[in-house]
T-cell receptor, first 111, second 115 residues
Framework: KNQVEQSPQSLIILEGKNCTLQCNYTVSPFSNLRWYKQDTGRGPVSLTI?????NTKSNGRYTATLDADTKQSSLHITASQLSDSASYIC??????????FGAGTRLFVKA | DSGVTQTPKHLITATGQRVTLRCSPRSGDLSVYWYQQSLDQGLQFLIQYYNGEERAKGNILERFSAQQFPDLHSELNLSSLELGDSALYFC??????????????FGPGTRLTVL
């Protein structure tokens, strides 16, 4: 069954600390993997998109990694800020029209 | 600001009623996608239109329907509303006809409350 599982479900960190969010998928075939940031009550905003051949992609303080062999991705946030408090959603596309959304990780950054 | 607009921002209605949500895509985008996000739930893909034609269908109920007009704006119609339909409804747009082939830009959402 095609699934995208994210962990942890929620995470609390102190401002300035780093954190890593995980995404494991069983989707096949694989086309690309995206990470989105969604502030509460707002629409998701794309952070990174990675295809099969890419294993790292950065967007400012956000760095995503992809291991297509183990079907795992991570999103690393460096020097967290209060504005990083949001849900982070991993989305895997099979190609064509099939896309599987993860349930998201809710991150809380405390002062 | 993603360039995708949605109206209304909030909608409160009663069970059994029918509502219409509206979305205008970014300039130049031909694809429009609709998503439902219930409280503390993940995004659920409902339906996609590309240049006026239905392109892909997700978990859309038969009580729900959508269309995309010649000017590329889209409407999502929800009928015979139930309490469980209360959710945030997002519209997204992209240039690509196929989701996996490009960036999607999300609108601010419409919050529907069914009482």
């Amino acid at each position: 069954k095609n699934q995208v599982e994210q962990s942890p479900q929620s995470l609390i960190i102190l401002e300035g600390k780093n954190c890593t969010l995980q995404c494991n998928y069983t989707v096949s075939p694989f086309s690309n993997l995206r990470w989105y940031k969604q502030d509460t009550g707002r629409g998701p905003v794309s952070l990174t998109i990675m295809t099969f051949s890419e294993n790292t992609k950065s967007n400012g303080r956000y760095t995503a990694t992809l291991d297509a062999d183990t079907k795992q991705s991570s999103l690393h946030i460096t020097a967290s800020q209060l504005s990083d408090s949001a849900s982070y959603i991993c989305v895997v596309s099979q190609g064509g029209f099939k896309t599987i959304f993860g349930a998201g990780t809710r991150l809380f950054v405390k002062a | 600001d993603s360039g995708v607009t949605q109206t209304p921002k909030h909608l409160i209605t009663a069970t059994g009623q029918r509502v219409t949500l509206r979305c205008s895509p970014r300039s130049g985008d031909l694809s429009v996608y609709w998503y439902q996000q219930s409280l503390d739930q993940g995004l659920q893909f409902l339906i996609q239109y590309y240049n006026g034609e239905e392109r892909a269908k997700g978990n859309i109920l038969e009580r729900f329907s959508a269309q995309q007009f010649p000017d590329l704006h889209s409407e999502l119609n929800l009928s015979s509303l139930e309490l469980g339909d209360s959710a945030l409804y997002f519209c997204a747009s992209s240039v690509a006809a196929v989701y996996s082939h490009g960036e999607q830009f999300f609108g601010p959402g419409t919050r529907l409350t069914v009482l």
